[in-house]
């Protein structure tokens, strides 16, 4: 199984960006997937987490309202639009996936069966 993320970078405050993550080697309509994020000295938090159809998602507060994950099973990928970014948003965003039977969405990193590598977002106040 593999995850591949993409798209971080070095962004302005207020500005915006799209991560990508690309899946292989696992039936993806199968699978819950998840974004969550680790800032330097920090712990791996929640950030965003889709359920397998697509049919609902949850958020962290912090980023409630900024953010939409959103997944594209025909393309086995996954998304997170990141809008009006803050300088605390910056941190190394992880996607990551497990196998589910149900439309429940897990929240808890220990829950998840496969990691990507993480992608750099940087936001400069």
């Known amino acids: 199984v593999q995850l591949q993320a993409s798209g971080g970078g070095l962004v302005q405050a207020g500005g915006s960006l799209r991560l990508s993550c690309a899946a292989g080697?696992?039936?993806?309509?199968?699978?819950?997937m998840g974004w969550f994020r680790q800032a330097p000295g920090k712990e791996r938090e929640f950030v965003a987490a889709?359920?397998?159809?697509?049919?609902?998602?949850k958020y962290a507060d912090s980023v409630k309202g900024r953010f939409t994950i959103s997944r594209d099973n025909a393309k086995n990928r996954m998304y997170l639009q990141m809008n009006s970014l803050r300088a605390e948003d910056t941190a190394l965003y992880y996607c990551a996936a497990y196998p589910a039977i149900t439309s429940s969405i897990r929240v808890t990193s220990a829950e998840y069966t496969y990691w990507g590598q993480g992608t750099l977002v940087t936001v400069s106040s």
């Open positions: 080697g696992l039936t993806f309509s199968r699978y819950a």
């Open positions: 889709i359920s397998r159809s697509d049919s609902s998602s």
